[in-house]
Structure formats: structure tokens, C-alpha cells
């Protein structure tokens, strides 16, 4: 009976030692080794351990499973594009804008310097310079070279051909009112006594054959030259002295007029004027809420939310061909595959090793069963 107990603990005892080793060491070659094994040219079996072995499978696996299942555009759309996320991407740029671009401490020439354009104002101010300067000399080369009619537009010229008429009459009517008027005897008369005053002793003859007065010779002169202004010939003498001095002027280069004019002067004048004007410096020297009061309001009331819903939209519409082009399954499947084995090892020991003291107790448990079934058999049969 003692001899039938021994060999019972005996087979339990090797039992338990066989089943347990043998699923510790089935455990240690899902690793191990990590390399394969060569005695000479050849490989020892089962070699190297399952896992590295097989890690290319397990990576490309793991690639599917991850872009498939688990980083999907659902995914995304549900956890990054989430109300959620929208109303905390709001509420951090509605806050930045306020503390930022809205500063009632923080000048146009401050945010200039922030953003490395502190030049930017004399950088203007020779950028308009350089404007005037050309404009300036784009303007003298185009009067040396130009004639009056080629520089008048054609509208403008057509439109001043027509007031050549009606400037000669103007000049009539004007001369014929003024002759009829009491100024205008007055003055003929005036000419009339200085004519003959300068004629020596014919003149006082005609004086004296006048008896002093010479009204009445005025008054006849004056209806004289109130027909001669009425008549067609004064006219047609006036309209083609006029018409042909206008046309003469129009044929004139312009440098005839420009000759005295000191462009040099005018141009440092605009230039100084411009400067003045635009005043950078002190314009620069202002916040944005001073030039802008109701900014912050639009900017974080009305621009804020229409941004986010546009770029909210535009991404979750182009979310799909993020995914499509990070391509994560081969990402996953890159880093797996270069995942060193023995970090990948502790990975997996990190999170199953009680699991896996419980595979090798089942198996001193399971070669303990046998055993006394061995030894039973042994005794018995």
C-alpha cells in the first residue's frame, strides 16, 4: 500500500513538474529567443520565438485591425468633430481673440514689432516716395514729348471745338452790351477826344467845327460799332482768327507752358504732404479696439462661429481622405515591425502576466491530474 502511494506521489510529482515546465517554456518561445538559432548551416527548430518570428503577420494584423475597427473616419467624426470639441474650440479662440488681438494695452506699432515688420512704416513711406517719384517723372517724360492735342482726350477735344462758336458769340454779345451801355459810350468818347487831342491842329479844328462837344460824334461811332459787331464779317473774322489761333495752340508742345514750372519742388511738396497725411507713426501709436470698437463683438460674436462651422464642415468632409491619406494601417504596421521584441515582450508580460502564471500553475495542476491517473494505473492494473 505504501509502495502504491509512492509511486502515486511519485507520477503526481513528475506530472506537476512536466506539465508546469512544459507551459512555462511554451510561454518563454512566444518570445524567445528573439533571433534565430544556427548550429552550422542549420537552423535550430523553433527558432526564433513565435512572436518574433511571425511579427511581420502580427503587425500587418494589427495595421488592419487599428485603420478597420479601430481609427476609423466614424471614429474621428464622432470624438474629434464632436459639439463637444466644436464649443471647447470656441470657447479657447473666443479667449485668445480677447487676450490677444483685442488688447486695449497693446498699440498697431507693438503688434508690428510682435509679427518682426517694425520698419513697416518707413518702409511705406519710401514705397510712396518711390511712387510719387516715378509717377513725377512718368509725367515729365510724357510733356517733353507730347503736343497739346496729344495729351487732350478726343472727347474732351471734340467738346471744345464746339465752345470755339459759342465763345465768339459770347464775345459779341458781350462787346455789344457793353458799347450800349453808358460805360461803354463814355469810353468811346474818351477815344474819341484822346484820338483827336493826339492829331495836334487838325484835331482842334475838328473840336472846334464840333463846338467842344463830341457826343454826338460818340453816339454815332457808338451805332457804328453796334452794327459792325451785329454784322456777318465780324464774325467770320472773329471765328477764323480764334479757330486758327486754338488750332496753332492745340499743335504746341507742351514744354512751351511747363518750361517755368519746377517739378522737383512740386514733387518734395507731395511727398512731404503725403508723409503728413498718412502721419504712420502716430497713426500706429493707437490699438486695434481704438480704430475698430466694435471688433472684438464681431470678431468673436459673428467671424469666430462662422469659421468653425465652415472649417468643422470642410472637415468633416474631408475626413475620409485624411484617414485614406495618413494611411494608419501601414503606420501601425511600420512601427510594429520595428518595435524592438523585448519592449513589445514586457508590453505583453506587463498586461497578462497573472494570466500567465495562472497557464503554468494549470499546468502543474493538469500534470498533477495526470500523474494520479498515471499512478492509479500503475498500481491497479
Not at 495729351?151 to 450800349?180: H, R, S
Request: hydrophobic letters at 40%; a negative charge.
Amino acid at each position: 500500500m505504501v509502495d502504491g502511494l509512492i509511486t502515486i506521489l511519485f507520477m503526481v510529482v513528475v506530472g506537476s513538474v512536466i506539465g508546469g515546465f512544459t507551459n512555462h517554456i511554451a510561454i518563454k518561445m512566444l518570445f524567445h529567443p528573439y533571433e534565430a538559432k544556427y548550429i552550422g548551416n542549420w537552423r535550430v527548430p523553433f527558432t526564433p520565438g513565435l512572436i518574433p518570428k511571425r511579427r511581420e503577420d502580427l503587425a500587418i494584423q494589427l495595421g488592419r485591425t487599428v485603420s478597420n475597427y479601430l481609427l476609423t473616419p466614424d471614429m474621428f467624426r464622432t470624438k474629434i468633430l464632436s459639439p463637444e470639441v466644436r464649443d471647447m474650440a470656441a470657447a479657447f479662440a473666443k479667449q485668445k481673440v480677447e487676450e490677444t488681438v483685442f488688447r486695449d494695452d497693446r498699440t498697431l506699432a507693438q503688434w508690428l514689432d510682435i509679427a518682426g515688420f517694425s520698419q513697416l512704416p518707413r518702409t511705406i513711406e519710401d514705397k510712396v516716395d518711390e511712387v510719387i517719384h516715378t509717377q513725377f517723372a512718368n509725367v515729365q517724360n510724357t510733356l517733353s514729348t507730347k503736343t497739346i492735342r496729344e495729351l487732350i482726350p478726343a472727347d474732351f477735344e471734340a467738346t471744345m471745338d464746339q465752345k470755339v462758336p459759342e465763345f465768339i458769340e459770347y464775345l459779341l454779345e458781350k462787346g455789344e452790351n457793353y458799347f450800349k451801355s453808358y460805360d461803354g459810350q463814355i469810353a468811346i468818347q474818351k477815344m474819341l477826344n484822346d484820338f483827336l487831342q493826339s492829331k495836334g491842329s487838325l484835331g482842334g479844328m475838328v473840336q472846334m467845327f464840333l463846338g467842344g462837344d463830341t457826343s454826338s460824334l460818340a453816339e454815332t461811332v457808338q451805332r457804328e460799332l453796334l452794327n459792325f459787331l451785329k454784322s456777318d464779317g465780324i464774325y467770320n473774322v472773329l471765328h477764323n482768327l480764334i479757330h486758327g489761333e486754338y488750332e496753332k495752340l492745340k499743335d504746341r508742345p507742351v514744354t512751351d507752358f511747363t518750361a517755368d514750372i519746377d517739378f522737383d519742388r512740386i514733387e518734395a511738396s507731395v511727398k512731404a504732404y503725403a508723409k503728413k497725411e498718412m502721419n504712420l507713426d502716430e497713426r500706429l501709436n493707437y490699438t486695434i479696439h481704438h480704430y475698430w470698437p466694435q471688433g472684438k463683438t464681431w470678431a468673436t460674436e459673428e467671424l469666430l462661429p462662422k469659421l468653425l462651422d465652415r472649417g468643422f464642415a470642410e472637415a468633416e468632409n474631408k475626413i475620409e481622405d485624411v484617414v485614406k491619406k495618413l494611411n494608419l494601417e501601414e503606420v501601425v504596421r511600420q512601427q510594429v515591425d520595428t518595435f524592438p521584441v523585448q519592449k513589445l515582450e514586457e508590453l505583453i508580460l506587463g498586461i497578462s502576466k497573472r494570466e500567465f502564471k495562472m497557464i503554468t500553475f494549470l499546468g502543474f495542476v493538469l500534470g498533477g491530474v495526470i500523474g494520479v491517473v498515471q499512478g492509479l494505473f500503475a498500481v491497479f492494473v
